[in-house]
Every structure is written in C-alpha cells, then in structure tokens.
C-alpha cells in the first residue's frame, strides 16, 4: 500500500511544532525543510523528522493540486443522493466513491443520505455522471445542483483546530 494513502492514526498526538509545520506547507507546499526550520527556529532534521512522520500516519499526503477550471473541468455540481432502502447506503457510497468525478462525498442527515460534489467537463459530462449514479442499485433518487461559480476552493485552515483566526 502507498503510505500516502494510510488512513491517519487516531491516537497520534500532535504538538504544537508539528502545526506549525502543517501550515507552513499549507501556505505553500514547495517550501523547503531549511526555510520552515528558520521559520520555527527548529533544527532541519527535527522539520524533517516530524514530516515524515506525519506522512506515515497519514496526516498528509503529498498531491499536486491543480486549478480545475485551468485544466478543463467546467461544470460543478452538488448532488443530493436518496438511498433506498437505507441498507445500501454504503454500499452506494464505496461505488460512488471511485467514480473519478468526485471530488467530495459524505453521508449526511436530513432529507437525503448522501452529498456529493463533482467536477466535470461539461453538462453533458455531469449528465453521463448522473446517469452512472442513477443506475446503481439502492439510489432511489438524485437532486443536482449546479454550482455557476466558485468562490473559494481549499482545505481547511489547520490553525483552527486550535481557535487561531
């Protein structure tokens, strides 16, 4: 197995230092160990250290994110997954999980049972996708949403785990 894949160990403790190297990376994920040690004024081999462990226990992973809209997907959509009967709803999510659209999935509560957001190339493309969903036993119903334009794409700032704003 990829050890950029391993799920995040939950009894991983976390200090402070290992934050501050989270976001650094966040804010640009090119910096060097040399800089975010001079930045933290830590040792490079402690930076180091403390990186690789966090790309072992799956903290984060190593990725090259690219502008969506720049590469050729230009249709976003929210789609609103009805499973019936509640039984399948994993069995539902793991398909939809490896469509390659997806770029956000989570089971919800409310009116439907599982979220969905993708990125395609176009409307016809999104249309394709819903039929693939559609066709997946247990999905009962699916409501879409298109999103127009988007304001903001990114991860979560890691200094709100601790209240930083």
Known sequence: MDKNKLPAKKDMI???????????????????FTVIAEKLNVSVGT????????????????????????VGFNCYAHVAVFVRPATHKEAVAKKIAKMPEVSFLAGTSGDYDLEVDVMCRDNDHLQDFINKVAAIEGVHQTKTAIYFKVYKYAQPDVGLVHGDE
């Open 14 to 32: 976390m200090d402070e230092l290992d934050f501050s190297i989270l976001s650094s990376l966040q804010q640009d994920g090119r910096t060097s």
């Open 47 to 70: 930076v180091r250290t403390r990186f690789n462990r966090l790309l072992e226990e799956g903290v984060i992973t190593i990725v090259g994110r690219v502008d969506p809209v720049k």
